[in-house]
């Protein structure tokens, strides 16, 4: 079955700390898609950062970057700097395989930034 | 980024009618737009998977008469509540795919329907 797990439903930290989200996944396949989306309080989810499969290098958004380890089908997230705007619930999802449409989510971890 | 504009925002209505939801990409075609439903403090459930110009695919257990959906152009879905109960009250958020994008789905900012 292709799915995604988060095992951490909440995470706090302090303002300016850093922060890693984990993330595994479950596929066969050698070429997917992986993401991370943030759902805020107003709930309107945005993308945080996007990953190719076939990309052996870690993709960076500003403060946003990930660790992807193929082999071990893990896909953390960390958040450098973290700022109180970043409070939200971070959802890691995955398109499977090569032509799928379906984004395949996991549960989620609620992150609050103390300031 | 691009931009996916959903409405209503909320919506409140009486039990048995119906409430329509609009989903339309803003900047870009989208041949493929996806409908989920989210629950309190849950993760996202697909319910359909809308292609422009023929029929949605219902996810196993979504009532397909219940939650019609219409995908009639390249930038706007749309799905209708039909006869309406309190069961259904949830907040629905559509996405959007774009046609030559990189299999990035956009989202809008979701509908917070209340049935009475």
């Known amino acids: 079955a292709q799915t995604v797990t988060q095992s951490q439903p909440e995470m706090s930290v302090q303002e300016a700390e850093t922060v890693t989200l984990s993330c595994t996944y479950d596929?066969?396949?050698?070429?997917?898609?992986l993401f991370w989306y943030k759902q805020p309080p107003s709930r309107q989810m945005i993308l945080v950062i996007r990953?190719?499969?076939?990309?052996?290098q870690n993709a960076t958004e500003n403060r946003f970057s990930v660790n992807f380890q193929k082999a071990a089908k893990s896909f953390s997230l960390k958040i450098s700097d973290s700022q109180l705007g970043d409070t939200a619930m971070y959802f890691c999802a995955f398109i499977p395989f090569q032509g799928a449409q379906k984004l395949v989510f996991g549960q989620g971890t609620r992150l609050t930034i103390n300031p | 980024g691009a931009v996916v504009s959903q409405h209503p925002s909320r919506v409140i209505c009486k039990s048995g009618t119906s409430v329509k939801i609009e989903c339309r990409s803003l900047?870009?075609?989208?041949?493929?737009m996806f409908w989920y439903r989210q629950f309190p403090k849950k993760s996202l459930m697909l319910m359909a998977t809308s292609n422009e110009g023929s029929k949605a695919t219902y996810e196993q257990g979504v009532e397909k008469d219940k939650f019609l959906i219409n995908h009639a152009s390249l930038t706007l879905s749309t799905l209708t509540v039909t006869s309406a109960h309190p069961e259904d009250s949830s907040f629905y958020i559509c996405s959007a795919r774009e046609v030559r994008g990189k299999n990035i789905q956009y989202f809008g900012a979701g509908t917070r329907l209340s049935v009475l």
């Open positions: 900047d870009f075609q989208a041949t493929t």
């Open positions: 990953q190719e499969a076939y990309k052996q």
């Open positions: 596929t066969s396949e050698s070429n997917y898609y």
